[in-house]
């Protein structure tokens, strides 16, 4: 029986046990499954070319010499076996290969390859999602048959391609636009058109990048209500040939309701969600707003192309818990995260899930299940511990979703710049600059930012007319052509995704003396930065 069959029959087949009983584990049970799994995945990872490879020779039984054997890998040490699909050097043959953004233009993509068994726990994972994000109480799913879907996350190769592909084998959904018609479209234009269906004939569900989501909502209230520019709002007549009757007449009512209120037509005015999903870095900065202009609660999820979906939010939407059957999870204290930014040959300890406290991040490492390539691999993402001891809707520890660790920008989901990337953006630029910094910063409305501190070189500083304007498109110029996906920032988020602020001549130098060490490069804390600048910006 498909899924679409069993939401008219959930309460006879129990849907919510069948996609849903996870959350109901006690950790105990959770572990049991993780353990199982682990055991299979190490005889498997162990005997194959690429786990003896990392290995040399040595070939463990257990969990705990498993973790014990195998040092914290990051994708250079599979980068060659994987970007040339090395089929006979993996634990198990794959079915299909997916693909992300490794570094922008220093490695332009990372590929990982993904089994029958991978793509089955994501096949019930994803289910489990759509289940979970549709339901106010147990077997109670609004989603049917027929139910109009808008999807704005990246097609095939990337990982969230597959998320189509997987509703539709089990349930009718109308995509919007259709699966087909939307993998020959552009990323910005699958959007568009999917928004322009959904304005004509209504949205049922709605699965995207939280950036991507926060920038249409933010165009269908300035378009309903008349632009910034203060043009007259559009009428129902106007709009009726683009409009199915059902939709105009919400229209209508919603600017009769808008204007007694004195307030700008929101999405909720017009449409009547019953799932939204989200995912993508900085959802934290467009959740509140998207739910208050949607009427719905967001359902978040985690998922990477080397991990596949790896955690989703309780009905409580008060932190994420972990599938049991995607990944292994390994977590690295902060500050031991930390010191390996500045030492890349020490080798922290890692804990496990029940070994997190409350309220500390951790940089998450993963071992693939299922006959996956990864071993305790370091994805490069920061989660906070919300309660190890779960809430009322689950007793699974629940984790958030922070960032990517320091020694990465990441701009809602569209960038992944490192210090590597932004050296090459200076050299290649050629601008005299002499000492820099990079931090993650957010305007007062949450939008995320890079915000560069820079010096520059003194035999420049009279005879280079180099204003903090010149600086920043000069350096834009080279954001792009190093990565692609800068380009598109600055339209989604609606700011100037770079900042600059130019110090005096000296500064780096007068913190490095005061501290005895130069202050790190990417993401410096506040504290750090503030003893950098004090006294040292330029007017």
Known sequence: MRYGEKLTQQ????????????????????????????????????????????????????????????PLTRYEDYADVLLNKRV??????????????????????KTAPYTDGMLEAFDHNMLSIMTLA????????????????????APLPYVTGLFPLVL????????????????????SGRNKEGFKMGISGGIDGFFGMTSIIAYMTDSFSESASGGSSGKKQKSAKDKKYSMKP??????????????????????????????????????GCYKEKIEKAWDIKIQEIFAGTEMSLLCTETPNHKGMVFFPDSCFPEFIPEDESVKCQNDSTY??????????????????????????????YRVGDMFRCVSRAGDSSTSLPLVTFT????????????????????????????????????????????????????????????TSALSVQVLREHLKVYFKFLDTDYDDLEKILGVDPLKITVLKCGAFNKYKEKNGKQIPRMNPTAHEINMLITRNVMM
């Open 11 to 70: 309460h006879k087949v129990d849907l919510w046990g069948e996609y849903c009983g996870f959350i109901d584990l006690d950790y105990k049970e959770f572990k049991k499954i993780q353990e199982r799994l682990m055991v299979e995945q190490i005889d498997k990872w162990s005997n194959s070319g690429l786990g003896q490879r990392i290995l040399k020779g040595k070939h463990p039984r257990t969990i705990e010499d498993f973790r014990a054997m195998v």
């Open 88 to 109: 006979d050097m993996l634990p198990e043959e794959p079915v299909i290969w997916l693909e992300t953004t490794w570094e922008g233009g220093l490695h332009p993509i």
């Open 134 to 153: 549709s339901s106010k109480e147990r077997n109670q799913s609004t989603l049917r048959n027929k139910d109009r879907v808008l999807f704005g996350l």
């Open 168 to 187: 539709d084998k089990e349930i009718d959904f109308h995509f919007l636009p259709p699966v087909k018609k939307a993998n020959a479209m552009s990323f």
């Open 246 to 283: 059902k939709m105009i007449a919400r229209y209508l009512k919603a600017t009769g309701v808008c204007e007694r209120e004195g307030r700008p037509m929101m999405p909720k005015d017009i449409f009547r969600l019953k799932a939204l999903v989200c995912a993508g870095t900085d959802t």
């Open 347 to 376: 080798q922290p300890g890692t804990l496990l899930l029940d070994e997190l406290e409350d309220g500390k991040n951790y940089e998450l490492v993963i071992t693939s299940l299922k006959g996956g390539a990864f071993a305790r």
């Open 403 to 462: 960032d990517r660790i320091r020694d990465v920008i990441d701009i809602a989901g569209f960038t992944r710049i490192t210090g590597k990337s932004i050296s090459d953006v200076v050299s290649l630029s050629r601008l005299p600059i002499d000492h820099w910094v990079a931090k993650k910063e957010y305007y007062s409305d949450k939008k995320p930012y890079m915000h560069l501190y820079i010096e520059i070189k003194p035999d420049a500083v009279d």
